[in-house]
Nanobody, 123 residues
Framework: QVQVVESGGGLVQAGGSLRLSCTAS????????MGWFRQAPGKEREGVSC????????YYPNSVKGRFTISRDNAKNTLYLQMNSLKPEDTAMYYC????????????????WGQGTQVTVSS
């Protein structure tokens, strides 16, 4: 059974940090580009980072660039998202997703999704 499972969300004050993890199973992890996405209530899901299969290429939207860092450990089948300098507007459900092939920030390209982990940033 192919699945990805997120963890590491929680409540943090503005300016704080969190590290999210996503562990994959049932797939050959290094065959997949991986992405982090978020969705706030009443808003569309948006990409916050993606990483190529090798880990060489990464992409971020301007809203998180310089604050969020994506990484992966292919030996552990795990993807990470280090989030620093968090802002209240970062509050959302965060999802991990996988796709065979190239890394994209658009959610529509991904077919394997986790259940999400909630991140809440208080002001």
């Amino acid at each position: 059974q192919v699945q990805v499972v997120e963890s590491g969300g929680g409540l943090v004050q503005a300016g704080g940090s969190l590290r999210l993890s996503c562990t994959a199973s049932g797939l050959t992890f290094d065959d997949y580009a991986m992405g982090w996405f978020r969705q706030a209530p009443g808003k569309e899901r948006e990409g916050v980072s993606c990483m190529s299969r090798s880990g060489i290429s990464t992409y971020y939207p301007n809203s998180v660039k310089g604050r969020f860092t994506i990484s992966r450990d292919n030996a552990k089948n795990t993807l990470y998202l280090q989030m620093n300098s968090l802002k209240p507007e970062d509050t959302a459900m965060y999802y991990c997703a996988a796709r065979a092939g190239t890394c994209y920030l658009a959610p529509s390209w991904y077919v394997i999704w986790g259940q999400g982990t909630q991140v809440t940033v208080s002001s």
